[in-house]
């Protein structure tokens, strides 16, 4: 399970109602991402067959016989997602980061997108598109624009966000930034990287990680721009990474960074 009820309790709902009657239903989530309330949620409806929990984690299962009914649908769809939320053109769903509007810091990122953002962009961690979406609509000089993206839906998204917008090639790459990544020269690198993973606790090693890619991938000259929670330490990582750097703006609780290889 993932920290979005809604998004949990559509899978359950679609899955269980997939099963045979011979089906078995296992749930596993983290005791900090709601994984009590979800069980207590498909408890209501079916009979949990057992459960137990260890390592901060709780599973359970339920068989499908007889004796357990079909869960209701939530929101009256049968398609195997959640229905779309949109925001200002943007389309998202449940389960996705900032799902239901771009967050504070992107927000202010793209404050600092214009004309001379050029050439062949890298977004990491693009999510549902709204940095690169952004970026295209405030520069006519960007050639190319790769997307790279560990969650399926939301780069499925991405693409179909960004499919009207004009003047450079998008192309959509689903994996995972901090081990699989083919590096290639860009012009640009911009994120806004994730810095949690499984739980709630802040992990600086993860942005951090996306930093060095962000390097990696640049040649001398290249520019990198990234927004970040300003609690984080990310400016000794980009002293060690990059020629140079300054902080462009901090704001509502982040910091805007530029950096020059």
């Known amino acids: ?133 952004e970026l295209l609509k405030r520069s006519e000089q960007i050639e190319e624009i790769d997307l790279f993206e560990a969650g399926w839906e939301s780069l499925q998204a991405a693409e179909g966000n960004l499919c009207n917008l004009p003047n450079a090639e998008s192309r959509y790459h689903w994996i995972d930034v901090t081990t699989e990544f083919p590096k290639k020269p860009y012009d640009w690198v911009i994120m806004n990287p994730p810095f949690h993973s499984a739980g709630r606790a802040a992990e600086p090693a993860l942005g951090q990680k996306f930093i060095d890619v962000a390097a990696s991938t640049l040649p001398s000259g290249g520019k990198f721009l990234m927004v970040a929670n300003k609690n984080l330490p990310y400016e000794k990582t980009l002293e060690t990474k990059f020629r140079r750097f300054e902080k462009l703006a901090e704001r509502n609780g982040f910091k805007v960074f530029e950096a020059v290889k």
Do not use: C
């Not at 001379?116 to 940095?131: E, S, T, V």
């Open 1 to 133: 399970m993932g920290r979005n009820r809604e998004w949990n309790e559509y899978m359950l709902s679609h899955i269980w109602n997939r099963y045979g009657p011979s089906g078995r239903l296992i749930v596993v989530g983290d005791k900090t991402s709601g994984i009590g309330s979800i069980r207590k949620w498909f408890g209501s409806q079916v009979t949990i067959s057992d459960a137990f929990a260890k390592f901060h984690s709780v599973v359970f299962w339920a068989d499908r016989h007889y004796s357990n009914p079909d869960l209701p649908r939530p929101f009256g769809f049968s398609m195997p997602f959640p229905p779309g939320k949109f925001f200002d053109g943007y389309m998202t769903r449940a389960g996705m980061f900032s799902s239901d509007r771009p967050d504070a810091g992107s927000l202010l990122l793209v404050e600092h997108f214009d004309e001379r953002i050029r050439g062949k962009i890298a977004d990491l961690g693009a999510g549902w598109g709204y940095l690169s979406g």
